[in-house]
């Protein structure tokens, strides 16, 4: 099989290394956003594919017989590319998303949001230092509204926009420790992220419940209509092993 993984996540390099394991011909995409990513095994290529026609170019022109969406819950625009350049192109897609965080039993206790804009007017009403980890690139939907706060900013590479002088800048990668957290967010008093899922950011919320910090999230968009969904990396294996017969 030749599979197109869109990646730029741990699940997709989980996946990749799987089905180069089985002896799949295995291609990763990566957005190109991150200066030194973690590379998968296999082959990988790097930047945009020109929205929808040059994703369905790109999968009729490399003979690739399945789509494998493994990008990460908040990168929507290449999902719904996804979803519009497979059909066209006529290959089987499917989309590979880690759980989110909503089942933890503290989920119930937190201030979830619609979005960005939402996320920023929350925590400006409910602290003074906030701890954002929502990602680089939507760091500008909090500038005005958290501008006097003084907010401490995690980022894995530096942002493209002026920060506030009264904010911190962070520059780390996770994953993260517990004893970590404890530090990092040891002078916060309002915890702001997105419900990306997964163990190696989860700490933080464990942080801010020994701490009964507030902590507000941005839910997750719902996925593309139509689309198989899985997990884990496994039971995406599995969908591929079930289109190559073997
Ligand atoms: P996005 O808004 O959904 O995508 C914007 C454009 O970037 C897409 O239209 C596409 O350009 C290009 N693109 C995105 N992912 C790509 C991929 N895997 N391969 C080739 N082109 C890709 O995406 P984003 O939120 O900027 O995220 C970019 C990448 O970073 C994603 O692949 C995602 O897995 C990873 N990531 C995102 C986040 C996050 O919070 N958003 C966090 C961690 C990792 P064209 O239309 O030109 O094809």
């Known amino acids: ?25 295995v291609v990763t995409s990566l957005a190109g956003r991150v ?10 290529r790097i930047g945009g594919f020109g929205g929808i026609d040059g994703l369905a170019d ?11 969406d493994a990008t990460h819950p ?3 625009q290449i999902s719904a590319n996804a979803a519009a350049a497979s059909e066209q192109a006529g290959v089987p897609l499917l989309r590979l998303e880690r759980p989110g965080w909503s089942e ?45 706060h003084a907010c401490v900013v ?23 420790t517990l004893e970590h957290e404890r530090e990092a967010m040891s002078d916060t008093d309002v915890l702001v992220t997105k419900d990306s899922g997964g163990s190696h950011t ?13 902590v507000v999230v941005v839910r997750r968009a719902s996925g593309q209509a139509g689309v198989s969904v899985v997990r884990d990396a496994a039971d995406a294996r599995a969908w591929v092993r079930a289109r190559s017969g073997r």
Do not use: C
């Open 58 to 68: 790109h999968v009729r022109g490399n003979a690739v017989d399945a789509v494998v």
């Open 35 to 44: 200066a030194r990513p973690r590379l998968p095994v296999g082959e990988v």
């Open 104 to 148: 933890r039993d503290d989920a119930a206790m937190w201030h979830w949001v619609d979005d960005h804009d939402e996320a920023a007017r929350v925590a400006a009403a409910l602290g003074k230092r906030p701890f954002l980890t929502v990602g680089r690139q939507s760091l500008h939907r909090f500038v005005e509204p958290l501008r006097s």
């Open 202 to 214: 989860e700490a933080k919320l464990d942080v801010a419940g020994e701490r009964g910090i507030p």
């Open 1 to 25: 099989m030749r599979v197109l993984i869109l990646g730029g996540t741990r699940e997709a390099r989980a996946l990749a290394e799987l089905l180069v394991h089985d002896g799949d011909e």
């Open 154 to 176: 995690r980022v894995v590479d530096p942002p493209e926009i002026a920060l506030p002088s009264a904010w911190t800048l962070v520059q780390s990668r996770g994953p993260y």
């Open 74 to 76: 908040f990168a929507e």
